[in-house]
């Protein structure tokens, strides 16, 4: 019995979360690795932008337009990589917080339905719903973020 109660105290909080992506880990993946990219394609027009100035400030008198076109254009690249990898992120990242909310409601309103009716360990059927509904919604800012 101690042996069970030391493993389950042995599981980190990251496992614990894991355990209930159900198939939606892959996608959480996907919207980091997009997010990572928004961050630093967000990045990258600040530095086109420099080394067009840059070229400007060098070469006053005959300053290569077509250089600083080419940084202003590359700016231009980076922030639409920007754009879509957040909005992706973003979407992904909703497909698998429903999908998880989905899995929480399923497994519990299983649970509940081998449970006998009207009152279950001490709970009214009020404080059930109540866990069914505003708990599991109350969850989905978190999953969103």
Not at 8 to 36: A, C, F, H, N, P
Not at 46 to 55: A, E, F, K, T, V
């Amino acid at each position: 019995m101690e042996n069970k109660k030391v493993s389950e105290k042995k599981d980190s909080w990251l496992k614990v979360l894991l355990s209930y992506t159900e198939g939606s880990g892959q996608r959480l993946g996907i919207s980091v690795i997009l997010s990572v990219i928004s961050i630093i394609s967000g990045l990258m027009p600040y530095y086109c932008i420099y080394r067009g100035i840059d070229l400007y400030i060098r070469n006053l008198n005959q300053a290569p337009m077509q250089e600083i076109l080419r940084w202003c254009l590359y700016a231009l690249l980076f922030y639409t990589i920007k754009i879509v990898s957040f909005s992706a992120s973003t979407w992904i990242s909703h497909i698998a917080a429903y999908h998880i909310l989905e899995g929480l409601r399923l497994r519990l309103t299983d649970r509940f339905l081998k449970a006998p009716l009207g009152d279950v360990e001490g709970h009214s059927i009020g404080e059930i719903k109540s866990i069914m509904v505003e708990k599991i919604e109350n969850m989905d800012p978190p999953l969103l973020i």
